[in-house]
């Protein structure tokens, strides 16, 4: 699953804007190890900006979870997209918590965790259900299907 891309608002200082954009590029170019070398000004950023648009600082949580994701470090993707989900959670983004729930489970799927992976799957479909989101539902089913076949359950 795929985060949103973290894109620049209006009200950002000139370098606030200049890295949200950085992180845009590299996430559309699927740079991830650029990406994970923003790591500490992306964060720096998102402290920042969690008083003024708490939802941009859980995306660039959630990009830099796909980033080491994508970059074999499960363990901080974890930490990352968990501090996304809590982040989305606190402002009722239903579709932010269900992003990064799609992204734990794929996290929990490749370093073995079947079971956990499908709960979080499972949370994903359901919330996407709720949204009316039907390629958010197939794109959890896929996954959920992925964790059931890794563990020979046909």
């Known amino acids: 699953m795929r985060a949103e891309a973290a894109r620049a608002p209006a ?67 974890r930490e990352l997209h968990e501090q996304h989900r809590a982040m989305a959670e606190a402002l009722g983004d239903r579709a932010g918590v269900a992003r990064a729930c799609g992204n734990l489970g794929i996290c929990y799927k490749n370093t073995g965790d079947y079971g956990r992976a499908g709960e979080l799957h499972e949370q994903c479909r359901a919330i996407c259900e709720a949204l009316g989101d039907r390629a958010g539902v197939a794109a959890a089913c896929g996954n959920l299907g992925l964790c059931y076949s890794s563990t020979g359950d046909y």
């Open 11 to 77: 009200g950002l200082t000139a370098e606030q804007n200049r890295l949200v954009t950085r992180l845009q590029v590299l996430q559309d170019a699927g740079n991830w190890l650029g990406v994970v070398a923003l790591e500490h000004e992306a964060l720096a950023l998102a402290r920042e900006l969690r008083g003024a648009d708490p939802g941009l600082a859980g995306k660039i949580h959630g990009v830099l979870g796909l980033a080491f994701q994508e970059t074999g470090d499960y363990g901080r993707a």
